[in-house]
């Protein structure tokens, strides 16, 4: 695979990502790092959504605007093509910008619903190995929640509308999430 990473930020080591990986609570690279899909989904879609502050910040540090598609209200998606790679997915397939990788990306595989019910606000990837087999840890859910409540109100409908686009568009098929249990009966 050619690498797509912009020159000026440079890819991380495999060591530092998976140190990330221990470190980070919102950090899904140990799911995805076996996935059997093998990086789904930074192929995954036509559309990861970029919000306004998430644009600026990753303009600011790979210097390339180029990569990124305005989708309206200081929205911007990543430039790529339906099948193809995320243009910062590297080499070894690890995230070039794991630091400031969008919300989007931080949370999948659960995102916001559009629901007024407060029991029905997150949806979760049902083509997701770790969904299908009900291995997200508690911790990865909590901090998922955490980090999509992080969008500010003024966001939130455009955000969803734009994930839920892409729903369609690459055949995503969404489930209503369920908290994971509190007696601890997954890893
Ligand atoms: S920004 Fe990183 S995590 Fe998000 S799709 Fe691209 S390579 Fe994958
Ligand atoms: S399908 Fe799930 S485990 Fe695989 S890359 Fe996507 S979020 Fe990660």
């Not at 020159?7 to 076996?34: G, K, M, Q």
């Not at 931080?106 to 019910?117: C, D, E, F, V, Y």
């Not at 840890?137 to 901090?143: I, L, P, T, V, Y």
Request: charged letters at 25%.
């Amino acid at each position: 695979m050619t690498s797509h990473l912009p020159e000026t930020i440079p890819p991380p080591s495999r060591s530092s990502v998976e140190e990330s990986a221990r470190t980070d609570p919102n950090s899904l690279y140990v799911h995805c790092r076996v996935c059997p899909k093998e990086n789904h989904c930074c192929y995954r879609a036509p559309t990861i959504v970029v919000l306004p502050q998430e644009a600026k910040l990753l303009i600011e540090r790979t210097g390339r605007p180029d990569l990124l598609i305005a989708e309206g209200d200081g929205f911007f998606s990543i430039k790529k093509a339906p099948g193809e790679p995320c243009p910062f997915l590297t080499e070894e397939r690890l995230c070039g910008v794991y630091h400031i990788r969008p919300i989007d990306c931080r949370s999948w595989p659960l995102t916001l619903n559009i629901s007024a019910n407060p029991e029905e606000q997150l949806l979760e990837d049902l083509g997701c190995p770790p969904v299908q087999q009900r291995a997200l840890s508690k911790g990865f859910e909590k901090a998922s929640q955490v980090i999509l409540s992080k969008i500010p109100e003024k966001y939130r409908r455009k955000f969803t509308e734009l994930v839920h686009r892409d729903f369609k568009r690459d055949g995503i098929r969404p489930g209503l999430h369920e908290s994971a249990p509190q007696n601890g009966s997954r890893p």
